[in-house]
């Protein structure tokens, strides 16, 4: 192997390697044995042709593509190891022009990890708000949430909808009599609760389960779907269920039946309780990040703009998942909260860049108080790290996490130098009290 550091610039190396012609025939050779079965040479049954005469009739071009994806991974490593760099995200490789029997040059660029120098890690000076405080009426919307979660429900079976029942449907639209205004299936409609398209629900009232209706209806001009708005549309409507969904009382026998506790008085205690580990682990959260950012503050540091671009890009898909979940749309989102496109991505930028950054410090503080995990420890952090990602607790298992074990192992490390970090700090606790309510407490 014969690999040249050209230059590490912006936390990125630039190198260059040569693969020998010897290495690309090996390549050649399993190229062949891979891809022959997809040729017909004059003279020979397909797939059984010599190489030779493969590529006289086909060009030895044909077989270049495998041989170079067999063949660079292994060399780009060894190049790695003899430059002994500290790589960190994806490599963007360039593969130069191939002669058969020649040697062939490949270009590389990669990230590579950042030289992050260290303040010092004890006496970082937060300021953090005042612990909160459940309160009664905390406690009262957690049981009334409780309460709209688990209604009563009665099937109509066939009596008709009425005001205030739940209706099932599937519907397609079509606009101007052809284009596509959308479908969906399995809505529930509440009658009476206006919220379907303006003139459909009033429709909807006296229907029976497995009615049929074909609705026509103008979209308002002040629509938002801009291409939709003033336009005739027909919906086809199917009827799929219809109920009468009613609310548990809050009272002995909810908490009995619905929360498996032997009185409200007992469920209004554990609804505290929890709701005061979720405030704790707010106020927990809260401290970490800031002892993260006081640090942050301290170290002037890079991370390579391709790195951020590939976080960048996996947190904008976890996100369209999220809101996809939820019926919504990336455009929806943007829509709603008054956000143009450009401003998203800046901020979504940002946001992946200080991911990075806090990885980068956080493996040097690693690194630097040579943190470890018990066997135990890492036990219990798969376990825990399977149920949040919805694996059963008896198949949570280092053997069957693979790769993922690498990430389970390295925040339980990171979780011991924050831990570190917070012990060894100067919190100031806000004068002033923080306000907020039981939406900003459910993490």
């Not at 006289?56 to 060894?78: Q, S």
């Not at 994806?90 to 990669?110: L, S």
């Amino acid at each position: 192997m014969n690999a040249t550091l050209e230059k590490v610039e912006n936390s990125e190396a630039y190198l260059e390697f040569v693969i020998e012609a010897a290495k690309l025939e090996e390549g050649m050779e399993k190229s062949y044995k891979k891809n022959v079965k997809n040729y017909h040479v004059p003279g020979f049954r397909k797939g059984s042709a010599p190489r030779y005469m493969l590529e006289a009739k086909y060009g030895p071009e044909v077989l270049y593509g495998d041989a170079v994806d067999f063949i660079v991974p292994d060399e780009y490593y060894a190049a790695i190891r003899e430059l002994n760099l500290k790589t960190i995200g994806e490599p963007d490789i360039e593969v130069g022009y191939i002669v058969k029997g020649k040697p062939v040059n490949v270009k590389v660029r990669v990230p590579v990890k950042p030289e992050v120098i260290l303040g010092s890690l004890e006496g970082l000076e937060i300021k953090v708000p005042q612990p909160y405080a459940v309160t009664e009426k905390d406690v009262e919307k957690y049981l009334q949430d409780l309460c709209s979660k688990n209604k009563i429900v009665i099937d109509k079976e066939q009596k008709p909808a009425a005001q205030g029942d739940t209706v099932t449907i599937d519907y397609e639209c079509s606009v101007d009599g052809s284009l596509p205004g959308g479908k969906e299936q399995n809505m529930k409609v509440v009658l009476g609760a206006d919220t379907f398209f303006p003139g459909l629900e009033e429709k909807l009232v006296g229907v029976k389960k497995g009615d049929h209706l074909h609705v026509e209806t103008t979209f308002p001009q002040n629509h938002p779907a801009t291409q939709l708005a003033g336009k005739r549309a027909l919906f086809k409507i199917k009827v799929k269920n219809v109920e009468n969904i009613q609310p548990w009382e809050l009272n002995d026998q909810f908490a009995q039946q619905v929360a498996k506790m032997n009185s409200l008085e007992e469920l209004r205690s554990d609804a505290r309780r929890k709701l005061s580990e979720i405030a704790s682990q707010r106020d927990l959260y809260g401290k970490k990040q800031a002892v993260i950012k006081a640090l942050l503050d301290t170290c002037e540091f890079d991370v390579p703009d391709s790195l951020v671009m590939q976080q960048a890009q996996l947190m904008l898909e976890e996100f369209t998942k999220r809101v996809s979940a939820e019926g919504g749309s990336i455009e929806l989102y943007l829509q709603m909260t008054n956000t143009d496109f450009a401003s998203f991505k800046k901020q979504l930028w940002e946001d992946a860049k200080m991911v990075i950054r806090t990885n980068c410090l956080l493996e040097k503080i690693i690194e630097e108080k040579a943190f470890e995990v018990s066997d135990e420890e890492l036990k219990n952090g798969i376990e825990a790290f399977g149920i949040r990602i919805g694996m059963a607790k008896e198949n949570a298992k280092k053997e069957n996490l693979g790769p993922l074990v690498d990430k389970v192992l390295f925040d339980l490390k990171a979780d011991k130098a924050v831990a570190y970090l917070l012990e060894h700090a100067c919190i100031a606790v806000e004068d002033k009290k923080e306000e907020t309510t039981l939406v900003n407490l459910q993490l």
